[in-house]
């Protein structure tokens, strides 16, 4: 079922052009910044978008900008685990690395502990209005919430193409909190 979804999601997605993901990007960037717990938080985990993904470059220069801690994820498929790692300068410090996703290069890993994020913001392929979500089928972030303080406002950024009636879930799957698309913000909790 989540494997028939995720390749209806993503075929859908793969259709959207450039200036189409841009602009609906830039919707849901602006979405983001006029929430309460985006401008007070300090420390921000956030992906490095790819394939059509909702971009996320200019909210990377916006928390840098604004003197925040990055935070993104490394992955690390032998163990199935993300660790974290603060960026600075993502022109100097990235490039691709697992996946195919953008990744800091060996001597810019700056190990963080999770407990120190204010905020987490998560990517997916597939979101209910529950907060439920389908990602690309390693578990990854499933894991991982798993070890966050549920008091951390987790949210997904995502595409309103992406929202589904119901997704599947087990014991181990974890809600986000809030899903933004171009068109709404989404209280799932």
Excluded: W
């Excluded at 075929?11 to 959207?16: F, H, I, M, S, T």
């Excluded at 052009?17 to 602006?30: G, M, P």
């Excluded at 909210?59 to 003197?67: A, R, Y």
């Excluded at 963080?112 to 972030?141: E, H, M, N, Q, S």
Aim: net charge neutral.
């Amino acid at each position: 079922m989540k494997k028939n979804i995720r390749q209806e999601i993503l075929k859908k997605r793969e259709v959207l052009s450039l200036d189409q993901v841009d602009a609906k990007s830039q919707t849901i960037f602006h979405q983001l910044t006029t929430l309460d717990f985006y401008k007070s938080a300090k420390t921000v985990m956030i992906y490095i978008d790819f394939r059509n993904e909702v971009k996320t470059h200019c909210i990377i220069e916006d928390l840098l900008k604004s003197n925040k801690n990055v935070i993104i994820p490394i992955s690390v498929p032998t163990t199935k685990e993300m660790i974290l790692s603060q960026l600075l300068d993502p022109k100097e410090e990235l490039v691709k690395g697992t996946y195919g996703i953008l990744e800091p290069k060996e001597r810019y890993i700056r190990k963080v502990d999770p407990a120190i994020l204010d905020l987490i913001i998560i990517p997916g392929v597939a979101f209910d209005r529950k907060g439920y979500r389908i990602g690309y089928g390693g578990g990854y972030y499933d894991r991982f919430l798993d070890k966050i303080s549920e008091a951390t406002p987790s949210i997904a950024l995502s595409f309103d193409l992406q929202i589904v009636d119901k997704v599947p879930n087990d014991s181990f799957d974890y809600p986000v909190d809030y899903i933004i698309t171009e068109t709404q913000i989404l209280t799932c909790k």
